[in-house]
């Protein structure tokens, strides 16, 4: 086995292996809480249930009075109010079904739309790094097939049950009624149903876990190549790619053959034995009733047959409905999963907001690490006066992007304190220091819509004016006017209608719009032509005055102008100053220069 079929099922072990929560009615509990706001139509619908689980028996009931009474007495006139009574009986049982039915659609329409609402509200509320360490696809399978299983569970599989296990109970009592031996011969019986349920149970439960982890699986490694499509032909992958996506499709189909074939045994197995129960029941019922010293009438026998009818009937249709169940509660499970993650970190309880803040920034022994055991910064210390720019340079994987990451708030220090105007950063909180800065990254992202909505994303209260006042102070009014409907073109999804440039500056205009008090450029003018560039750097001259900036660059006209620039080499600082005494000091710095600033073009990703 290869070197990448060995990392594939290393994964899909990994991934079993976390699933590791077995099935229990505290899922169902859980899920059954989602209806609590729902409480009358809730409620209504149990009625229904008790009713449509009665309302079957009693169809059976009426038919058994009519042969029993008018039709052994030869009453004719009997038989027809039976029949009447008989076709008012089952005219109402379509109407009890018709708003069960609705109401149980209804029901689990509103149960998903809350759960789906939550697990959107919950994403919102995790940190980076769980998004880096999970994959795209699985997440959106909670959302998407994971809930739509549970929609099912609630529409299809909850009260359908309830109604077949109503009818049963009811059906049984019926039985008892008729022939009490007969129905303990069904008692006696019961036990070996049970044992074939318990085994097989088993089996599909981890049989549609399976199916689940792998369905999971599939849609990740999807979603993930759809986004890399453009290194995948690149670096020519389709084949290769293709052929690892195909394991896992195969791994899928494997997964419900596997279903498919306990299913097989199953469902037959639980007919049959319902069979041979209804031979067993027919052979001592036919005795009772020729047997003259037995008190038991052939009217009684035709209507417990008819009753026990009504009792096995159920039990392969609740067969295929524990198998959907399974497959409900797995995937009921992996939402709960996802809703039970915390985030990494929170604010603390004595965080406070923050309004008016001057700027002064300080870094002190900041140590941070992606990876337990693999530290990204090692003691890092220095200090930004308010106002100031401090341009941050370094070889790829040098820590420039951490800095800023963690300066933003997306991660917490695991050692040392960031503080603002004297303040620990951890005692403020995030929500109001993130209104306080702007960010501008390299890899520009842009949501579906119009290049005003983009530009107004950071502010939506923004009015349009206060969005033309933003691209006019980056001097680049005439390029977003330029485009083929102004501010009104269509940016695509990701931005794909607007050049690398035209996405940069849309972004550059979302950050300023905020007004904000700490600036963040990490790489943010690297796509932008050298014209553009340099009309961009006049108007970032004007709107870094008076705010403390932060630029990570690997041109050099972008930071020579700088306050201080800060050299980082595998998560140290080793040099700091402005431009021209670091060039004179003839160390790291002037290598940097002397090789014509040659770190890579690319922006470094978020975790090294």
């Known amino acids: 086995m290869n070197a990448e079929n060995s990392a594939l099922t290393h994964l899909m072990d990994a991934e079993h292996e976390a699933d590791t929560r077995p099935l229990d009615f505290g899922i169902i509990r859980r899920l059954f809480s989602y209806t609590t706001p729902y409480a009358t139509r809730r409620n209504i619908l149990f009625i229904l249930v008790i009713i449509r689980s009665v309302q079957l028996p009693a169809l059976t009931w ?36 018709h708003f069960r039915q609705r109401l149980s659609l209804e029901l689990g329409e509103s149960v998903v739309y809350d759960l789906r609402n939550d697990i959107f509200r919950h994403l919102q509320r995790l940190n980076l790094d769980y998004f880096h360490r999970t994959k795209l696809g699985r997440t959106i399978s909670r959302i998407t097939s994971d809930s739509e299983n549970v929609r099912i569970g609630v529409q299809e599989v909850l009260f359908v049950a309830m109604v077949q296990v109503g009818q049963m109970c009811t059906a049984g009592i019926c039985m008892c009624w008729y022939d009490w031996f007969l129905f303990s011969v069904v008692l006696a019986l019961a036990p070996i149903l049970w044992t074939i349920n318990r085994h097989f149970r088993r ?74 129960f209804i031979s067993l029941l027919l052979l001592i019922g036919g005795y009772r009733v ?104 370094g070889h790829t994987g040098s820590g420039k992007t951490t800095i800023s990451n963690l300066l933003a708030k997306f991660y917490l220090p695991n050692q040392g304190a960031i503080l603002v105007d ?132 690997h041109r050099l006209s972008t930071i020579q102008k700088a306050d201080q620039i800060l050299v980082l080499d595998q998560g140290h600082l080793v040099e700091s100053g402005k431009h021209v005494d670091l060039l004179a000091k003839g160390n790291i710095y002037y290598q940097l220069h002397s090789n014509g600033f040659t770190m890579t073009p690319v922006s470094a990703p978020l975790k090294p």
């Not at 052994?72 to 009447?84: P, R």
């Not at 549609?208 to 499509?229: C, D, M, W």
């Not at 009504?310 to 992996?334: D, H, K």
């Open 62 to 97: 009426v038919i058994t009075m009519v042969i029993k009474g008018p039709i052994q007495e030869g009453n004719f006139d009997g038989v027809i109010w039976g029949v009447a009574g008989f076709l008012t009986l089952a005219f109402s049982t379509q109407v009890v079904f």
């Open 290 to 393: 020729l047997n003259p010293t037995i008190d038991a009438s052939l009217g009684d026998l035709i209507g417990f047959f008819l009753m026990a009818n009504l009792f096995f009937s159920p039990i392969a249709l609740l067969g295929l409905q524990y198998t959907q169940a399974l497959t409900s509660m797995a995937a009921a499970e992996r939402v709960f999963r996802l809703l039970d993650t915390e985030p990494s970190w929170k604010d603390d309880v004595t965080a406070h907001d923050v309004d008016d803040l001057e700027g002064a920034i300080t870094f002190r022994d900041i140590s941070f690490e992606y990876d337990i055991g693999r530290p990204v910064l090692k003691n890092v210390s220095f200090s930004a006066q308010p106002g100031q720019t401090i341009a941050l340079v």
């Open 203 to 276: 089996q599909l439960s981890q049989a549609h876990r399976a199916v689940q982890e792998s369905f999971s699986r599939v849609t990740a490694t999807l979603a993930e190549s759809v986004n890399g499509i453009r290194v995948t032909q690149a670096f020519v992958r389709q084949e290769k790619n293709t052929q690892l996506f195909q394991e896992l499709v195969q791994n899928h189909a494997n997964n419900h053959i596997h279903v498919a074939h306990t299913q097989g045994k199953f469902l037959p197995l639980l007919d049959l034995n319902s069979q041979c």
């Open 422 to 553: 004297g303040r620990d950063l951890r005692e403020i909180t995030t929500t109001s220091w993130k209104r306080q800065i702007g960010i501008v990254v390299q890899q520009s992202f842009l949501f579906t819509g119009s290049v005003l909505d983009n530009i107004r994303f950071s502010r939506p209260e923004a009015s349009d004016e206060n969005v033309r006042d933003a691209i006019s102070q980056l001097d680049c009014l005439d390029i977003v006017e330029g485009l083929a409907e102004g501010f009104d073109t269509q940016v695509g999804q990701r931005g794909n209608n607007l050049s690398l440039g035209q996405r940069q500056i849309v972004c550059f205009a979302r950050a300023l719009l905020v007004d904000p008090r700490i600036l963040i450029l990490d790489e943010a003018t690297s796509s932008i032509d050298t014209l553009t560039e340099i009309r961009v750097q006049r108007a970032l001259e004007r709107l870094m005055k008076g705010r403390t900036s932060f630029i990570i660059a």
